[in-house]
T-cell receptor, first 114, second 115 residues
Framework: EAQVTQNPRYLITVTGKKLTVTCSQN?????MSWYRQDPGLGLRQIYY???????DKGDVPEGYKVSRKEKRNFPLILESPSPNQTSLYFC?????????????FGPGTRLTVL | AQKVTQAQTEISVVEKEDVTLDCVYE???????LFWYKQPPSGELVFLIR??????QNEISGRYSWNFQKSTSSFNFTITASQVVDSAVYFC????????????FGIGTKLQVIP
C-alpha cells in the first residue's frame, strides 16, 4: 500500500531535549516536505527536499533541521525544542514531472514541548 | 512572495444547501499550481484537486466543483447539496513551479454542515 508514515504519532517532551520525527514513503517520490499546523495559521512549510541531499527552507525553518540521505526518508530534527514548537506536524511526498498530481500526507505527529 | 487568502474562517450551512469556499492567491510566477485539500475531524489531509495555471477550465467532480479565474486570482470551491460528511476544514494551496516544491497554504475554512 502506497503511504507516508511518520513516527512517533504523539510525543510529549521537555524544553531542550533533542528529538527526531521520522518520515518515510514507499512510493519512490523525489519531493518531500515538512509542515506544521497551528490553529488560525493553517499549514506552514518548514523544509522541503527535491531529492537526495537537496533540501531548502520553507516559510518557518527556524529551530528545525532536516536531512535527506536516502530517497525514502526525510527526518525532522529539533535540536533544542521549545514550547513554541508545540504543534501538529505533517510530512508529505510527491513525484516530480509529468506524473506529479498531488502531495501524499502522512498521518501527522502531535508534539507537545513542556 | 506568494500568498493564499481564505477569508472565510468558518461557515455553517444546513444540509442540502450549496456552499462556496473562497480562495484568492498572489504570486509573481506565470506557471503555478493550485490545490484544495480536505481535513476531516479525524485529522488526515485528503487531496481534492490540482489545477495548473494554464488550465482555466472549471472542473466538476460529483457534488464538488471548482471555478478558476486568473483575472481575479481566485480558485473557488463549491459543494452542491452539502452533506454532514462534508464537515471539515478545507485548505487552498499554491505551489510555484520551476522544479522545486515551495507550497503555501491558506489558513483554512472550517465548514460545518448542520443536519
Amino acid at each position: 500500500e502506497a503511504q507516508v508514515t511518520q513516527n512517533p504519532r504523539y510525543l510529549i517532551t521537555v524544553t531542550g531535549k533533542k528529538l527526531t520525527v521520522t518520515c518515510s514513503q514507499n512510493m519512490n517520490h523525489e519531493y518531500m516536505s515538512w509542515y506544521r499546523q497551528d490553529p488560525g495559521l493553517g499549514l506552514r512549510q518548514i523544509y522541503y527536499s527535491m531529492n537526495v541531499e537537496v533540501t531548502d527552507k520553507g516559510d518557518v525553518p527556524e529551530g528545525y533541521k532536516v536531512s535527506r540521505k536516502e530517497k525514502r526518508n526525510f527526518p525532522l530534527i529539533l535540536e533544542s525544542p521549545s514550547p513554541n514548537q508545540t504543534s501538529l506536524y505533517f510530512c508529505a511526498s510527491s513525484s516530480s514531472g509529468a506524473t506529479y498530481n498531488e502531495q501524499f500526507f502522512g498521518p501527522g505527529t502531535r508534539l507537545t514541548v513542556l | 512572495a506568494q500568498k493564499v487568502t481564505q477569508a472565510q474562517t468558518e461557515i455553517s450551512v444546513v444540509e442540502k444547501e450549496d456552499v462556496t469556499l473562497d480562495c484568492v492567491y498572489e504570486t509573481r510566477d506565470t506557471t503555478y499550481y493550485l490545490f484544495w485539500y480536505k481535513q476531516p475531524p479525524s485529522g488526515e489531509l485528503v487531496f481534492l484537486i490540482r489545477r495548473n495555471s494554464f488550465d482555466e477550465q472549471n472542473e466538476i467532480s460529483g457534488r464538488y466543483s471548482w471555478n478558476f479565474q486568473k483575472s481575479t486570482s481566485s480558485f473557488n470551491f463549491t459543494i452542491t447539496a452539502s452533506q454532514v460528511v462534508d464537515s471539515a476544514v478545507y485548505f487552498c494551496a499554491l505551489e510555484n513551479s520551476g522544479g522545486y516544491q515551495k507550497v503555501t497554504f491558506g489558513i483554512g475554512t472550517k465548514l460545518q454542515v448542520i443536519p
